[in-house]
């Protein structure tokens, strides 16, 4: 048990090293950095408000990043109305870079867009499961170890969401499988070392 109840130091110790990895995977979840503060405050709002966590310090990364995946998707569920595209000056220069044309920037845009959209309408697990392989890279195992289920409910569990995914987006990505995506905060990183593919 992790008492934090009047422990200030602790619990500032825990927001320092941690914050960032909350952010980072709440960012690539909804794409929005005011989203990623939102879910970072609310994860820790909610360890704050526990007073005392049941976990050794090594399985806080963990434990967070499973909080920061439910709460990332939380807000994308929250969000009612389909965002809108905009010509931001980021956007602009975007859509200007080398190789890419306006058009192939926009219709990323709203792959982008829409996947967030269809990702919020997955069941919890299915969700937690894209999100980790995806946008963490996380493994198999490491994926069954955050949530607490077997390799093999990850695989299966994995496959069911991506085939409502590739259904739901079918008119953006035609036939094929969900593609991957060019842009970082999108698709997030791949593990350099990752077991399975």
Known sequence: MLPLQGDTDLFVQLVETHAGMVYDLAWRVTGNPEDAEDV???????????????LPPP???RFLRRAA???????????????????????????????????????QQELAIRLRSEIAKL??????VIVLRHFEG???????????ITRNAVGVTLH????????SLRDLIG???????????????????????
């Open 40 to 54: 970072v405050q609310d994860v820790f709002f909610r360890i704050a408000k526990r007073q005392a966590v049941s």
């Open 175 to 197: 036939e094929g499988s969900v593609p991957a995506r060019k842009d970082a905060h999108v698709a997030g990183r791949r593990s350099r070392n990752r077991k399975d593919t």
């Open 59 to 61: 399985e806080w990364p």
């Open 138 to 148: 996380m493994s198999y195992q490491d994926i069954a170890d955050t949530l607490g």
């Open 123 to 128: 069941a919890p697990r299915e969700a937690a």
């Open 69 to 107: 995946t439910n709460a990332a998707i939380d807000v994308l569920r929250r969000k009612k109305r389909r965002p809108e595209l905009t010509l931001e000056t980021g956007d602009l220069d975007a859509l200007t870079a080398p190789g890419s044309t306006p058009l192939d920037d926009l219709l």
């Open 160 to 167: 069911s969401a991506r085939r409502r995914l590739q259904e």
